[in-house]
């Protein structure tokens, strides 16, 4: 090695802070929200799954749901599902081919198509918010203990 070489240490991670040591429950916190996520995204992938619909269209199902009048734009659906509006464009077609949502001419606009559910849709998405909410109630108190452990660590530090 030549003279004063140094070795030079990694990049720090970002976010880092200088000289600041985390509680060790920081770590214990965040792993179990982890953990809570983490079983609720396991079970909802199979409940999904077993109904035949995935969790863009299930996320879409949603979106559609809470729309005023339960009727969206594709492209307000595009915002609301952080995608491009040619994949919602595509995620519409496939909800519609699965007879799961409907295209609806608007009455406003005429140039403007709205997305609704189905009354198939609406059954599917029924079955399906009854079964994700029984999944999170499960989790809550994993979920709640974790992050009133993170709460009050941050309100500490």
């Known amino acids: 090695m030549p003279s004063g070489a140094r070795f030079s240490?990694?990049?720090?991670?970002?976010?880092?802070t200088d000289g600041d040591v985390l509680d060790p429950g920081i770590y214990e916190g965040l792993a179990g929200v982890r953990l809570a996520m983490r079983r609720f995204l396991s079970f909802s992938e199979a409940v999904?799954?077993?109904?035949?619909?995935?969790?863009?269209?299930?996320?879409?199902?949603?979106?559609?749901?809470?729309?005023?009048?339960?009727?969206?734009?594709?492209?307000?659906?595009?915002?609301?599902?952080?995608?491009?509006?040619?994949?919602a464009v595509q995620l519409v077609d496939r909800l519609e081919a699965a007879g799961l949502a409907v295209r609806i001419p608007s009455i406003a606009d005429k140039r403007s198509v709205l997305v609704g559910l189905a009354e198939y849709g609406e059954r599917v998405l029924d079955t399906l918010a009854r079964?994700?909410?029984?999944?999170?109630?499960?989790?809550?108190?994993?979920?709640?203990?974790?992050l009133a452990r993170l709460r009050q660590l941050a309100e500490i530090s």
Not at 9 to 16: D, I, M, V
Not at 131 to 146: K, T, Y
């Open 9 to 16: 240490s990694p990049a720090k991670p970002p976010g880092e």
């Open 48 to 87: 999904l799954s077993e109904m035949g619909v995935t969790s863009q269209q299930y996320q879409a199902l949603l979106v559609i749901k809470v729309a005023p009048h339960g009727r969206i734009k594709v492209r307000e659906l595009s915002e609301q599902m952080l995608i491009q509006h040619n994949s």
């Open 131 to 146: 079964r994700h909410l029984g999944a999170m109630l499960e989790n809550e108190p994993l979920l709640l203990e974790s």
